[in-house]
C-alpha cells in the first residue's frame, strides 16, 4: 500500500479544520524507527493545542495530526532488533491519526498479553507520564498528602491510582459532573480546583490558567513540590522574586518526549516499574471513549470543551 487514510490539520483554526484524506503517503521507518499498522490512537490535549498552533515545537499546518497509536509493527528500520516485524506495541510518533505511523522504536512498549490495542492506549502517554511525575520528580513517599489536578484526565486518573498504590493520601480536582469518578478511582477527597494553601507534599500540575497560582500555594513551604507536565487552561508567568519571595517549593518540569531523548536510563526503569504495576494489576487495562478516525475533529472539539473524562481514542 502507497496510500492511505489519515486526518491532515489544514490550519491553526483549531480542530474544525481537522480533514479526513484518502491519499497521504504511507512513511517510511528511518534508522531506529518501526512502521506500525495502527488499530487505536490516542487523542491527546497536546493535539487540541497543536491544531490552534500553541503546542511548542507543534508541527506547522499542513500536517497529519496525532502522535500516539497502538497496532502491529510492519517494518522495521535499520539497526532496529527489537520489537519485531509481527509485534503488537503502543508508542508516539507523529502523524498517528492515521492507517500507518512511524514511531521511535526505543519508546515503543509491548501492548500486555490478552490487552486490545484500545485498551493499551494511554500506557506510555499517560501512565508513564504519572509515574515519572510521581515517582523520580515528584518524590513520592507513603504517608505525603497528593494534589492531582485534572483528576479525571487521562493522566490524572493514573496518578490518583497511583498515588494510592504507593500510600499516599489523594486530593483530586475535577468539575462537578467528574468527581463521582475521581472518587471511584479512591481518591481520598476531590474538590473543584481552589485547594487550601500549604496543605500538600506534592502537586501534579497539568491545567495552568488561574489554577496554577492555587498549585503553587497549595505545596507546602521549603519541601513541597509541584510538577508541571500541561499547559492546557493557559499559560502562565512565575519569576524568581515569586520563588524567592512567595513560593519557597520545588517547582519541576516535564515532557515525556524530552525525558525519553534525554534520560533514556531513566525512561527504562519507568517502564520496568510499569510492567511490575501490570503484573500487580494496578495499571489496568484502559476502558477509553472510542470515535471512528472521521469523527476526530468531534473528538477533539468535546476534548477542547471539557467534555470528556478519560482516554478519548480513534479507530482507523
Known sequence: MTSMRALRQDSANGPEDLRLITDAPVPAPGPGEILIEVAAAGVNFADVMQTRGTYEGGPEAPYIAGFEAA???????DGVTVPGIG???VGTGGGAFAEYVVMPAAGAVPVPDGW??????GLVLNWVTALAALKPLGRVAAGETVLVQAAAGGVGQAAVRLAKHYGATVIGTASP?????VRELGADR???YGVEPGAVDLVLESVGGATFAASLAAAKRVTGRVVVYGVAGGEVAITNRDLNFRHQIHLIGLHLGVLIEQAPAVFGELLDELRELIAAGVCAPGTPTVYDLADGPKALAELEARATSGKLVLRP
Open 177 to 181: 459532573g467528574k468527581r463521582d469518578l
Open 190 to 192: 476531590v474538590l473543584g
Open 87 to 89: 509485534d503488537h506495541v
Open 71 to 77: 497496532g502491529e509493527v510492519v517494518a522495521v528500520g
Open 116 to 121: 486490545s490495542a484500545e485498551q493499551a492506549i
